[in-house]
């Protein structure tokens, strides 16, 4: 009888407590199965384009991120995209990328009327390599006219982890600059929001946003909510002024912190009759681990 016990006792071991001690050391460390598996993703400011201009975005993949230097990277999967002001993808390339090279995606816009405007931002998805080390990628953003490749902007913001400072939260103000007659100033903010550990859908930015004129009274203000992935967009036109006097603004984007969304902003001047940008003033590349 105590045999007869003893060898089912085993079986039920083997059978039951052995599969379910498997999985609990699968289980067991979320941190070292999340690096192995989460891509590393750069989501960068909102930036305009009009009529006749190309969108290109560059991934120069310098090293990997964990400062193994005996341990060269393998090649690393990359996504790379362009969003619009819904989040819907305008452009995509998936690619096998090597260190020390660099990559592209181009869009160029289509179906715009003369001097209309179209607000897009980039993204680029990095996938560990078959060691689970991530690539670390600079990511970078130019608006050029399609027919002469001049640049009109570039965004090549630094690098930033999400939520590093108290400021990645409360949002950004920028310094002071100067319209001419028949500018536009225009600021964007995009709202990037991980899903919570609840698994629920991430919830939307509360934001603030503001352009300012030189003595401190609002020109523009817009409180509202933002949907992840989405940019809104506020603007403030110069109008017809007299030759060589400038107007002076600043612009500020913030947020509720309870929130838990991030913003990402962006600052440009262009002008009305054309639509085409002289300046921009780009946030913050903002990077972040995985929710591909």
Same mark, same amino acid.
């Given at each position: 009888?105590?045999?007869?016990?003893?060898?089912?006792?085993?079986?039920?071991? &083997?059978? $039951? #407590? /052995?599969?379910?001690?498997?999985?609990? *050391?699968?289980? +067991?460390?979320?941190? @070292?199965? =999340? %690096?192995? !598996?989460?891509?590393?993703?750069?989501?960068?400011?909102?930036?305009?384009?009009?009529?006749?201009?190309?969108?290109?975005?560059?991934?120069?993949?310098?090293?990997?991120?964990?400062?193994?230097?005996?341990?060269?990277?393998?090649?690393?999967?990359?996504?790379?995209?362009?969003?619009?002001?819904?989040?819907?993808?305008?452009?995509?390339?998936?690619?096998?990328?090597?260190?020390? &090279?660099? $990559? #592209? /995606?181009?869009?160029?816009?289509?179906? *715009?009327?003369? +001097?209309?405007?179209? @607000?897009? =931002? %980039?993204? !680029?998805?990095?996938?560990?390599?078959?060691?689970?080390?991530?690539?670390?990628?600079?990511?970078?953003?130019?608006?050029?006219?399609?027919?002469?490749?001049?640049?009109?902007?570039?965004?090549?913001?630094?690098?930033?982890?999400?939520?590093?400072?108290?400021?990645?939260?409360?949002?950004?103000?920028?310094?002071?600059?100067?319209?001419?007659?028949?500018?536009?100033?225009?600021?964007?903010? $995009?709202?990037?929001?991980?899903?919570?550990?609840?698994?629920?859908?991430?919830?939307?930015?509360?934001?603030?946003?503001?352009?300012?004129?030189?003595?401190?009274?609002?020109?523009?203000?817009?409180?509202?909510?933002?949907?992840?992935?989405?940019?809104?967009?506020?603007?403030?036109?110069?109008?017809?002024?007299?030759?060589?006097?400038?107007?002076?603004?600043?612009?500020?984007?913030?947020?509720?912190?309870?929130?838990?969304?991030?913003?990402?902003?962006?600052?440009?001047?262009?002008?009305?009759?054309?639509?085409?940008?002289?300046?921009?003033?780009?946030?913050?590349?903002?990077?972040?681990?995985?929710?591909?």
């Amino acid at each position: 009888m105590s045999r007869f016990v003893s060898m089912s006792l085993s079986r039920f071991l &083997r059978a $039951t #407590l /052995l599969p379910a001690l498997g999985l609990a *050391l699968v289980l +067991g460390a979320p941190g @070292a199965a =999340r %690096a192995q !598996i989460d891509p590393l993703r750069y989501h960068s400011a909102a930036v305009s384009v009009t009529d006749g201009q190309t969108a290109r975005l560059h991934a120069y993949f310098v090293e990997a991120d964990d400062g193994r230097a005996e341990l060269p990277p393998g090649p690393c999967r990359l996504t790379l995209r362009f969003l619009d002001a819904r989040g819907g993808v305008l452009a995509t390339t998936q690619l096998e990328h090597v260190p020390g &090279r660099d $990559t #592209l /995606l181009d869009y160029q816009t289509r179906d *715009l009327r003369p +001097g209309e405007r179209a @607000a897009l =931002r %980039a993204e !680029i998805v990095a996938f560990p390599d078959a060691n689970g080390r991530a690539p670390r990628v600079i990511p970078s953003v130019e608006v050029f006219d399609t027919r002469t490749g001049r640049t009109a902007v570039a965004d090549a913001g630094q690098v930033r982890p999400m939520h590093d400072t108290p400021e990645a939260d409360g949002g950004h103000r920028f310094g002071t600059v100067g319209l001419i007659s028949r500018q536009v100033a225009r600021l964007n903010a $995009t709202c990037i929001a991980p899903p919570g550990d609840t698994g629920l859908p991430p919830g939307p930015c509360n934001v603030h946003l503001a352009l300012v004129s030189g003595n401190g009274a609002p020109l523009v203000t817009h409180d509202g909510e933002v949907a992840p992935g989405e940019t809104v967009s506020i603007e403030f036109a110069a109008g017809a002024m007299v030759e060589g006097i400038r107007r002076r603004l600043w612009a500020e984007a913030s947020q509720v912190r309870a929130a838990g969304g991030f913003l990402t902003t962006s600052l440009e001047i262009y002008d009305e009759s054309t639509g085409q940008s002289s300046m921009l003033l780009p946030g913050d590349i903002v990077q972040s681990w995985g929710w591909e």
